[in-house]
């Protein structure tokens, strides 16, 4: 139950191109009054056509009601985006990208006069990035952070599962959730962890579900045989809403509940 010392936070996972944005343009208002969520933070690093984050694009979830913008490794593709990634506040890259690169990786939220942190990480394990240390750079932000807003949330964009719920347990308590994308799969470990941090490994994705993590089958099973990074179209059909929605007790920052979300647009 939704009261006055709670907040609830609606994350959803990656945007696939065409079909993930005209799923959130139709569906999102909906979904905000479902969940009656008082923020929405979405993963959008897949929004260009699989590959990327356009600037319009940034605009246009804005203006559907997205509070916060996170991303991951995909977020470099369109170079175009690189100028706004310094100029919008509430756009972010992982954080713990090398010192140097456009953007920024947290911001702060407000909502009904309560501050929300939301930290955007980026993992180093199967990743095929050179990050920095995802544990000591991310505490280092968390205790910046904890002297702005009591609420954080965390979008670790990460491939592999250790590494995740390890992140999540070293978190523990100085966080209210850790959250995974990067894989497009929704997972079915939610969980309150012991000190009050939500956790999920991964979230899913805004995107086609009946393809290859957003994808058409065919360049994705030829890369299975070849080795060959052939590259892959979104697949034209409705998208599936994927994400979560947490409660949040903002006394003490600590997580009430997580609920796993999937909403099936039906365009
Ligand atoms: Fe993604
Ligand atoms: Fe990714």
Known sequence: MLDSSSIRVLMLGDVIGHPGMRA?????????????????????????????????????LFNYGVDAITSGNHIWQKEELYPFLDREDKLLRPSNYPKGVPGHGDCILESKGVKLAVLNL??????????????????????????????????????????????ACYFDGKVSAVVGTHTHIQTADEKILANGTAYISDIGMTGPINGVI???????????????????????????????????????????SIERVTYKTGL
């Not at 957003?214 to 299975?224: D, H, N």
């Not at 990074?229 to 697949?235: C, G, N, S």
């Open 24 to 60: 959130l343009f139709s569906s999102l208002k909906i979904l905000k009054k479902e969940y009656k969520s008082d923020f929405v933070i979405v993963n959008a690093e897949n929004a260009a056509d699989g590959y990327g984050l356009l600037p319009h694009q940034v605009d246009e």
């Open 122 to 167: 980026q993992g180093r394990v199967r990743m095929s990035v050179n990050c920095e240390c995802p544990f000591v750079n991310g505490l280092k932000d968390i205790k910046r952070l904890k002297s702005l807003a009591k609420c954080i949330v965390v979008d670790f964009h990460a491939e592999d599962v250790t590494e995740k719920e390890a992140l």
């Open 214 to 256: 957003g994808s058409e089958p065919e360049a994705a099973i030829k890369r299975v045989f070849t080795s060959i990074p052939y590259k892959t179209q979104v697949l034209d059909e409705d998208a599936v809403i994927n994400g979560v929605v947490i409660e949040i007790d903002t006394s003490n920052g600590h997580a009430l």
